[in-house]
């Protein structure tokens, strides 16, 4: 028996091997046809595959604007043809001559060596991508986030839990000082003016009313700049706000009535209650450092605030884009709001120089994985220490940033942080001038060798002086929500908020936020 088995073994050695060699060139072959490209998303032949150049490279495909307050019905689209870059690559000249676009904004394009162009519409953007586990929900459809956001959607704890899975994506590689420049770029991109008389067709449709034809440029409203890579199928989307308008060092004193309301709203601790002196943007304010919140989640969700328009903008992109993965960016507001938007749909983001956007994703109940914080979130905020709207210090009654009317008290970002230590590095002292993305772009990105390490922010709390009740009607019994603490620490809280209002709460998120109230 012993014998015969051996035997048996020996006598079929050889044959193993030659299977074993088989399968192991099967296993060799199936790796390299699995994996062939960084930048991997659908299948491509292999000759396609070769052009590592153009596998990188993202163009500007269209342009959509989307306008808030009195305008916030206006959504248009405007296409990126031949000639469109021929009229804007003119415009741009002439305005490039005079160092500075109409927003005030120093042209970031003019005055770095490394890149430089004649005409940013036409320019091939090279990045570089990286795989991701990221976490995120696994119905991330605009029809359904919006029932989850506004509460209509009502889930168990577990129900909830369950929404979550980790799914294997292609995300920016955010180590890679050259992808993180060219995304900067398409962030400064959303600032260069381009000619008005494109053919802009409106993305709703009938509009019954008469509307200003600069709306979105010089007026109010946000933009998104749409850029894509045909053979990764990736789009980036690259949003602006116009807010940098009338903040000290953006070079221009006029200030937009709207934008100031939404950034106030978006970034402040209670409707831009500074001081009595102050006008408020919104009504929610109810005694010395006593907020409501309930008012203060439905003014963030006013369909003619931001948080509505960048929605309605992604949704238009996402018909256009059906089967393509999406990535988001944007400097100081569009940043915000790149933020915001991405962690609605789980999209990666990658954000510059951005004011702190954790409190507004709260109060609009944002999706936060459970596991806090920044569990791989796909979210980085690039920034450095010398700008005070980064750095959350750009508040206070006396700041500079105030003086022009911006109440910006929040300091805590989400996702993870890269911060160039320019004040140690270069000497810099904290400064408005240091926001700008020229600045940013040309001294800091490009100024260090290797893009910032990304790290999980420090524990950090917004407006912890102030109460927020649930709702005004419950002023008088005074049973607040204890903190804010409990508002934005990173570990659940189920405890302190759950209690104070179980009796007029219908409706919670597994983070313990009420997102619906018997009233
Ligand atoms: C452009 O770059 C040069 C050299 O790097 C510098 O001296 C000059 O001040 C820069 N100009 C602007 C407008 O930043
Ligand atoms: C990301 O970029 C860094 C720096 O260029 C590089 O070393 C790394 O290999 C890249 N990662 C991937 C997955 O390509
Ligand atoms: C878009 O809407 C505006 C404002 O209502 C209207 O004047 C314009 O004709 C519309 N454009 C098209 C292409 O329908
Ligand atoms: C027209 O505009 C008014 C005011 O903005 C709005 O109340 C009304 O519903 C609109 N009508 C249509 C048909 O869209």
């Known amino acids: 028996m012993l014998h015969k088995r051996s035997s048996s073994k020996k006598h079929a050695s050889p044959l193993h091997l030659g299977y074993m060699l088989v399968f192991f060139l099967l296993c060799v072959v199936a790796y390299y046809s699995v994996v062939p490209g960084r930048l991997q998303v659908d299948k491509k032949s292999p000759r396609e595959a070769l052009d590592q150049k153009l596998q990188k490279t ?22 990126v043809t031949p000639e469109l870059i021929h009229q804007a690559g003119i415009l ?17 394009w003019s005055n770095n060596s490394e890149y430089t162009t004649t005409n940013p519409f036409d320019f091939d953007f090279e990045l570089q991508g990286m795989p991701l586990t990221m976490k995120r929900m696994k119905q991330r459809d605009p029809d359904f986030m919006e029932s989850y956001i506004y509460g209509e959607t009502y889930m168990t704890e577990d129900e909830e839990y369950a929404m979550w899975m980790d799914d294997n994506i292609v995300a920016p590689n955010v180590t890679d ?35 200003p034809e600069d709306f979105g440029w010089d007026g109010d409203g946000i933009r998104g ?25 953006s070079g221009e004193d006029e200030t937009t009535g709207n934008d100031k309301i939404n950034d106030n709203l978006l970034f402040s601790c209670c409707c831009a209650r500074v001081s009595y002196l102050w006008t408020t943007v919104c009504d929610c304010y109810v005694k010395s450092y006593t907020c409501d919140e309930s008012c203060l989640e439905k003014e963030l969700r006013r369909k003619d605030r931001f948080y509505s328009a960048i929605i309605d903008i992604y949704k238009a992109v996402l018909k256009e884009y059906p089967d393509s993965a999406i990535w988001v960016t944007g400097h100081s507001l569009g940043g ?55 750095m959350g210090t750009c508040n206070g009654a006396s700041s500079s940033c105030s003086l022009v009317g911006y109440a910006m008290e929040t300091a805590c970002h ?59 009607s419950w002023e008088s019994s005074s049973r607040l ?37 018997d009233l």
């Open 225 to 249: 700049h749409v850029f894509y890579n045909e053979l990764e199928n990736i789009v980036v989307l690259s949003v602006k706000g116009t807010s940098a308008q009338g903040l000290p060092g």
């Open 92 to 108: 741009y000249q002439e305005s490039a001559a005079q160092k500075q676009d109409s927003e005030g904004q120093e042209n970031p």
């Open 414 to 472: 989400t996702g993870r942080v890269c911060v160039y230590d320019v004040v140690n590095d270069k000497g810099w002292s904290v400064n408005m001038f240091n926001h700008r993305i020229h600045k940013v772009i040309d001294e800091v990105l490009l100024g260090y060798d290797h893009a910032a390490k990304c790290v999980e922010p420090e524990p950090c709390v917004d407006c912890y002086n102030w109460n927020f009740v649930p709702s005004r």
């Open 58 to 79: 993202f163009r500007l495909k269209s342009i959509y604007r989307h306008g808030v307050g009195a305008n916030h019905r206006l959504h248009q689209k405007l296409d």
């Open 177 to 211: 000082r050259d992808t993180v420049v060219s995304l900067a770029l398409m962030s400064s991109n959303a600032y260069v003016r381009i000619p008005q008389t494109g053919d802009w067709r409106n993305v709703t449709e009938p509009w019954n009313e008469t509307e």
């Open 481 to 517: 929500i204890t903190s804010t603490k409990s508002q934005v620490a990173p570990t659940r809280t189920t405890g302190t908020t759950a209690t104070t209002s179980s009796s007029t709460c219908i409706g919670r998120n597994w983070l313990g936020f009420c997102t619906k109230y």
């Open 336 to 390: 915000a709001l790149a933020s915001l938007l991405g962690r609605t749909f789980g999209l990666p983001v990658v954000a510059f120089e951005s004011p702190g956007e954790l409190l507004a994703s709260r109060r609009l109940h944002l999706p936060f994985p459970p596991g806090l914080p920044s569990y791989l979130e796909g979210i980085w905020h690039f920034g450095h220490n010398a700008d005070p709207i980064f």
